[in-house]
């Protein structure tokens, strides 16, 4: 087995796409399904997801919102019911038209989000204030034809999500929960994958069709392109009317309701992927990582085998009892080196080295796979581990907010803008609110307004397209 | 809100089916989709699963079983690539013939079970022996349209289950695998739902088409008809000769692998709402319930509220403490009768009452779901509440086992057989292992052979039917 045929054979730099690809691969992450533009998920990769899931429901749990499950299958009579909201998918639905031999007579989507399903129940369940606010949240997939190739993790058919739907009797409720959601969805980012981003809002042409306004959370990718990394929508009334979603007040009189929802995707994995991978493969944060240390021993006689593996299970122990997940690769047939690029591959964050020379110095070799950093630990330093995993998260997190920051240019001048931005990055860039202009730089140069940073408002500056007064400070950028 | 309209309007005994089926919907456990076939799961249905989820996950983990995730979309030629397995789910499937505009090429089946994919990709991922045993659990969906009526969790279109799909290299391992499988769901739904089960094979008529042999577990439930409550198969090499799902030895020759497949789903649910569930509705068994003890408080002035909320308050942290979900009832629009129906209704273990006159005798009175038995609690035995929740549950199995004792008839003659089996029941029943008789009794009776009980060979008795030695004892009962 050369290192040749299962490292990955091009680098981050050169080729990004292909880099990405192989890293999803060669980690074992991800594999193609037979259909093309779906992918499955292999049990490294799905653990990251339970990882980053086990948090989102704890934290929504405690913002009050329950898991519920809703079928895959929407009747194109109920899709259609809020047309914008509808015509925004059309393209994109797989469509049931047969069960065995026979032919369905209103022909079935495959769900591409829950919205008309959900309203349809919510407003048989919902009568009085009393049964307000309702949020419940689905863990599910949603299924949205791609034309474009597979990207794992980024752009297929089906991907796991979660999509939130909430309703409120009042508008400032249903707003600030809008917020409440969104603010969960960057902590957890952060804290979990070590990835920072920027919330804000949409503009009108970027929002969800359905919505009346959409916050979001973006961030930059290592190649400049920019990801969204989830939204929260502020549905207003739009969803309540067409589907009757209604509640008597208090006084007795039937107001419609106030509405939300909201998701994330497996899209963050690939997320996490690009921003902190290298060319030798992927790059775990310890928090989300299904193994957070490997213990490689070497040795050569049996009587080092006995005296090394007994201090690698005490050490697993150890590191055990603190729920750290520790694995001993004990393989016989593979050399240390071999062992060294197989892990690091996979994205272990820590790796700890035993051999006999360790032993004899009471001692082991600790190896940090995001910055390559090699140390010794004395056996009596053992529990230091744990902190040296949180020190891994954090710096890793500080790591990709210093190289988002790189990325991030502000520029006031059309020229410098068109110039700079084939090379990618974020670029705050004044605005002056008007469609005509977004679309414009769109068609000039390609980049979006892909985040209206919250408190953006500048009224010093000219839009860098017109000249007018600014009204914001967008984020523009390339995108996935 | 009159308490005609909001409880059951038929008794358990009188109508089992609509009382099901109100059970269902009353306790918000489920409600209908607006397909036919389909349902939702509100969040307190959802939370049954996702605790029995959580049970499952954990032993199986412990098993060296890990998830993983694969498309709900299987294309045509792959599904019948193994042909009986394919004959079997044909009338059945749901097929996607478009993506948007677009007729899709190779038509895609909506998963009924996922060997045919799972198959495909093991057999790109294995190798070697090294690669070996790989044990992947997949919680998903099957789709299999179903014409019958629906019936919430026992009879739906999609229905949230897990399959598990495991490779080996001997035959031996594989069928220690899928007992030891059938161990974990009858434990599992012995010590959780409370429901005794049987466990054995099923005969080669009744076995899943694409198994060599198929284990299974059976309950009994109170009409008299029997449940399948989960099944285990042991594959041989079935699948994995079309498959080519192959290993290289330690001698370095290739061998097909050896394969399992199991799962168990949300019928667990149906099951348990029917073997437990009274006239006043549902009733939980406290290890699943989402709420496990609710309390009452009952007050007329506002001094009596004060000190009442403050004792409840103090009651549910010292619950919450011990991880015993609790819930504080502090609807003011409702009477305390209401509220006792509505959570009996919603089949919450245990309900707490604490009135003036209680607050005045230091006491509270704990009302138990199960039995209807009341009886007082001082405020310093508080601490008893868990072992009250421990021995409810444990009753409620042993009044199952009685239950099913009860239903299960010993018989040898067929014209007996004849007679009881309108009551319904399990019928022990020698048989001579003939697929001829099997068949006849189903034609004459209604009733499937459910289970051949592990050791139930006794070569003393004649078969039911041809009164040819018996080569074991099924058990015969019509089935949901």
């Known amino acids: 087995m050369g290192k040749e045929s299962v490292g990955i054979s091009v680098s981050k730099k050169d080729d990004f796409s292909e880099w990405y690809t192989q890293v999803v691969l ?6 193609y399904a037979p259909v093309k533009g779906l992918i499955v998920l292999r049990p490294d990769g799905y653990s990251i997801w339970e990882s980053l899931k086990s948090t989102f429901d704890r934290k929504f749990s405690q913002n009050g919102i ?27 639905v797989f469509w049931v038209t047969h069960s065995g031999e026979n032919e369905v007579g209103d022909r079935l989507a495959l769900r591409p989000t829950s919205e008309t399903l959900a309203y349809t129940l919510y407003s048989k369940w919902i009568k009085s204030w009393r049964d307000l606010p309702l949020k419940i949240n689905f863990w599910n997939t949603a299924l949205r034809a791609e ?9 297929t058919s089906e991907f ?6 909430t309703v409120h009797t009042t508008e400032e409720e249903a707003k600030a929960e809008v917020l409440k959601i969104l603010e969960i969805y960057k ?8 990835i920072p981003v920027i919330t804000g809002k949409k503009s009108e042409k970027e929002k969800f069709v359905g919505a009346v306004y959409t916050t ?10 920019a990801l969204q990394m989830g939204t929260s929508h502020f549905l207003g009334q739009n969803f309540s009317k067409p589907f009757e979603v209604k509640f008597a007040d208090k006084d007795n009189i ?5 509405q939300t929802s909201w998701g994330v995707s497996w899209r963050l994995i690939g997320a996490m992927i690009m921003v902190h991978g290298d060319d030798q493969g992927l790059v775990l944060p310890p928090k989300v990582a299904p193994t957070q240390v490997v213990i490689v021993p070497i040795y050569n006689t049996d009587e080092d085998k006995k005296r090394i593996l007994e201090k690698a299970n005490e050490i697993k122990q150890n590191l055990d009892s603190k729920q750290i997940r520790t694995h001993i690769d004990e393989r016989t047939e593979m050399s240390p080196g071999y062992k060294f690029n197989d892990w690091e591959m996979k994205g ?45 998260q954090s710096k890793m997190l500080e790591n990709a907010r210093e190289q988002s920051k790189l990325n991030t240019i502000d520029i006031s001048d059309y020229n410098e803008f068109k110039e700079k931005i084939a090379k990618g990055g974020f670029f705050n860039a004044p605005w002056c609110g008007n469609q005509e202009c977004e679309e414009k730089i769109k068609e000039e140069t390609g980049a979006d307004i892909r985040v209206i940073p919250f408190d953006s408002e500048d009224e010093n500056r000219n839009c860098v397209y017109c000249n007018e007064k600014s009204t914001s400070i967008p984020i523009f950028a390339r995108g996935y």
């Open 26 to 31: 060669k980690a074992k992450l991800a594999d």
């Open 66 to 92: 329950r898991n519920g499950f809703l079928p895959v299958l929407i009747p194109e009579s109920l899709l259609g019911k809020e047309q914008k909201h509808f015509a925004g998918f059309n393209p994109e």
């Open 147 to 155: 034309i474009k190739a597979t990207k794992p993790f980024l752009r």
């Open 160 to 165: 796991l999500w979660q999509e939130g739907h």
């Open 187 to 194: 902590n957890t980012v952060e804290e979990e994958l070590a």
């Open 216 to 225: 979001t959370m973006e961030s930059i990718m290592p190649d400049g392109k």
């Open 254 to 258: 039937e107001h419609f309701a106030w």
């Open 348 to 392: 272990v964050p820590l790796r700890i080295e035993i051999g006999p020379k360790d032993m004899d110095k009471q001692k082991i070799i600790v190896a940090k796979r995001y910055n390559k950093e090699k140390t010794d630990l004395s056996f009596n330093e053992i529990d230091k581990i744990e902190s040296i995993l949180d020190e891994i």
